[in-house]
């Protein structure tokens, strides 16, 4: 199928917001435009950043991809000249499809999510969402059941921006400039100065880690984790948003003062693989050496996140169900084999 030259514009867009680190990470976020029956929606498990380097696109039956989700089936109808491609349609494809607007861009904002996790937030976003056409919807799962409430939220008030519970943001708009313009109004009012910090204690990370699996997190920013009691208490109490659960696991373990990494079980969970990330309290961020460029990416979200969190913010987190469901879910599976060949 030959792609409309439109497309371009898609790309460019979902490139820009893909090396935005503060609006999507990994292969976190997805974008769409709809062109006559087609939705090009991205691919599960590749990046937008890599929007104009990679094909990262695939083109649905946007008939059949609503006809379908109207019979509760999640499978998406690849257009026939694709319908061989490796490639398989984004695990949010279903919102995209079920969306009215040309072009839907889905991001996982840390100044978003900074908000959503919160149960005291809904005043102040409503002050600070003033005049823009806004919704707030709860957490739902990725997919057909979240796609299935803002279909139903939106049949009920129209809205292009939507604001999901411990998820991201989704904004539509007629155009791909239009979308990233609202998109940046919405970060704009939303933004959170971050607290700042003590400094991670290297040398005694090292000595923790010799001999281990683990070695210092390498990105400054993952340490304030650990090194302020009160990010440590949000990051150890729970986990807020999927792909938190997905690439980090649920609540970060941290080392009591004394307990050796090296040791089974220590301080850690004593049954499955051993935690992706370690916090050591006070001193900073353990990470294993073969953690990928996802996860990594991931625990810089986390302490994007949760350093925007004010001192007496009520968190809401992802009940147990709800973590379980995103670590048996097939689709999740899926995106990180793809992003393994990244």
């Keep these: 199928m030959p792609q409309p030259a439109h497309l371009n514009e898609l790309r460019r867009m979902s490139a820009r917001v893909g090396k935005n680190i503060l609006l999507t990470q990994a292969a976190g976020g997805n974008s769409s435009m709809k062109h006559g029956d087609v939705l090009w929606v991205k691919a599960s498990g590749t990046w937008l950043a890599d929007a104009e380097d ?28 694709h319908a061989a491609s490796q490639l398989r349609a984004s ?64 049949a009920q008030r129209p809205a292009d921006v939507l604001i999901l519970g411990n998820h991201g943001l989704v904004v539509g708009a007629a155009t791909c400039g239009a979308a990233q313009e609202l998109m940046m109004e919405v970060e704009r009012r939303l933004s959170l100065v971050p607290r700042t910090s003590p400094p991670a204690a290297h040398d005694t990370l090292a000595q923790i880690c010799a001999g281990t699996e683990y070695r210092p997190a390498p990105d400054p920013l993952h340490h304030a984790l650990a090194t302020d009691p009160h990010n440590l208490s949000i990051a150890a109490g729970g986990s807020l948003y999927p792909d938190h659960v997905i690439f980090l ?26 935690p992706v990330a370690v916090l050591v309290r006070g001193k900073g961020a353990v990470i294993r050496k073969d953690a990928n460029a996802a996860a990594q990416a991931l625990l810089t979200c986390l302490a994007l996140v949760v350093t925007r969190l004010p001192l007496d913010a009520a968190v809401e987190y992802l009940s147990p169900a709800k973590e379980q469901a995103l670590l048996d879910w097939d689709a999740e599976h899926y995106r990180q084999q793809m992003m393994a060949k990244r």
């Design 91 to 154: 695990i949010e494809t279903s919102l995209h499809a079920l969306m009215p607007h040309p072009v839907v861009l889905h991001v996982h904002s840390v100044n978003t999510i900074a908000w959503s996790v919160r149960k005291d937030a809904r005043d102040e976003l409503s002050e600070r969402l003033r005049g823009l056409s806004w919704q707030r919807l709860d957490y739902h799962h990725p997919g057909l059941p979240l796609a299935q409430a803002v279909n139903e939220s939106l």
């Design 54 to 81: 990679k094909d990262i696109f695939l083109p649905i039956t946007l008939s059949g991809a609503r006809a379908a989700l109207a019979d509760g089936n999640e499978r998406m109808p690849v257009a026939p000249d």
């Design 249 to 274: 696991g649920r609540a970060l373990p941290a080392l009591l003062e004394g307990e050796d990494l090296a040791l089974p079980g220590a301080g850690l969970v004593a049954d499955g693989p051993p």
